[in-house]
């Protein structure tokens, strides 16, 4: 049963307690209007030991049986932040969404789930109109720098010759499993033998934010093309779980291009590095909008990526509970704010406890 009409604080689930989920969790027990009730948590030792070592609340009740915890929590919103790949998200999205719990997520794959998996993606949709529930992904990126930062900027646009966006970023505030996925901490033989399997990605989501940008000035991206190649350490790096030795990877620079009727229109170049000093890399974010009103601007010394990311999930459930049920891209919704009164936003979908 749903209703907007009370004003007790709205009752959230974590799934994933890394990176990004603790911080998520630490910003929600700051506002006022959310109560966390639960995390699910993955299962593997160092989930565990993280959780049994008291590093979360007392009150948090946590478990790795996510339907238990959905059905004795009853939580409104999710915060899942587990795995990038669709395929891997899916099944925790729908168990929620079926039930009525909305869903913000930070898979990138998620970002816009047609691109990797169109029949997942309308099977997520189906599951939110029948739970009444909406799902949303988000986070720095895709999320922010690479889509909706440049499409709010191309908003005083007149015509748009160009987009590009430049990310340079330190990567040292990502654990080891994020790290191996996007390509550091490998000699470079291996760094090459795990790109050619599919291991290493780099960053996952370019095409999600080119074909969202594309799609929302109504252009069809014809190719899209993606290269990463590694940077190597010329010295040994001290990491907060392990080490990156001289002669191993310390970061990727990643770029993407988009062509519109044969000619590039879309450009993004992202390099990455656990001590982009050391190496002389300023960090920043740069988007340009090139055309009769060129746009462009620099945030600098750049957005940083677990703040930001946690920052995104808390500030989008009020945006993700006032749409109506279904499957949405951070573009459909109402811009992501912090609320910071301590009743909810008014008008969100409520889900009736008792
Ligand atoms: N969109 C963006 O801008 C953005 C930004 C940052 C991160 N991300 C993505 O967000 C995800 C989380 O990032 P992170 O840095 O927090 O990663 P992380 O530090 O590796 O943490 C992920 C946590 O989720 C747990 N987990 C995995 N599957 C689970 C499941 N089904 N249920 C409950 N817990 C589960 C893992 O436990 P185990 O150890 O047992 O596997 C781990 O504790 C990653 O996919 C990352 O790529 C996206």
């Known amino acids: 049963m749903t209703s907007t009409a009370t004003r007790a604080p709205v009752r959230v689930i974590l799934f994933g307690m890394g990176t990004v989920g603790r911080a998520a969790l630490r910003l929600a027990r700051t506002r006022q209007w959310l109560h966390p009730v639960g995390a699910v948590i993955g299962s ?72 990797a998996d169109p029949s997942a993606a309308g099977e997520i949709e189906a599951a939110c109109r029948a739970g009444g529930a909406a799902v949303v992904a988000t986070g720095i990126n895709p999320g922010y720098v690479f889509d909706v930062i440049p499409v709010v900027i191309a908003g005083a646009s007149w015509d748009v010759q160009r987009v590009s966006v430049t990310r340079m970023l330190d990567c040292s505030v990502f654990g080891r499993t994020v790290h191996r996925l996007l390509g550091v901490g490998y000699s470079p033989a291996g760094f090459e033998e795990a790109r050619r399997a599919g291991i290493i ?96 601007v620099t945030i600098q010394p750049g957005t940083q990526s677990i703040l930001t990311t946690s920052a995104l ?35 969100i979908r409520r889900r009736i406890q008792g």
Request: charged share 25%.
């Open 44 to 115: 593997s030792a160092s989930a565990r030991g993280r959780i049994e070592s008291g590093e979360h609340p007392a009150d948090l009740r946590w478990s790795t049986d996510a339907d238990l915890l959905l059905d004795q929590l009853r939580p409104e919103v999710a915060l899942i932040a587990t795995r990038s790949p669709v395929a891997d998200v899916k099944e925790d999205i729908i168990r929620c969404v079926e039930r009525g719990v909305s869903v913000v997520t930070s898979s990138e794959e998620m970002f816009d789930p047609n691109v």
């Open 201 to 296: 990605r780099g960053h996952i989501g370019f095409e999600e934010s080119a074909r969202v940008i594309a799609r929302v000035m109504g252009r069809d991206l014809d190719r899209f093309e993606e290269n990463v190649r590694p940077l190597i350490a010329e010295q040994t790096y001290q990491l907060a779980e392990y080490v990156v030795s001289a002669g191993e990877t310390a970061g990727v620079v990643q770029d993407a291009t988009g062509w519109v009727g044969g000619t590039p229109w879309l450009r993004f170049d992202l390099s990455l590095h656990v001590d982009p000093e050391s190496v002389g890399i300023q960090t920043r974010d740069h988007i340009r909008i090139e055309g009769e009103n060129t746009l462009d």
């Open 313 to 347: 999930l808390v500030n989008t459930i009020p945006s993700v509970l006032s749409a109506p049920p279904g499957l949405y891209t951070a573009t459909d919704l109402l811009p992501a704010a912090p609320w910071l009164d301590a009743d909810p936003p008014p008008g």
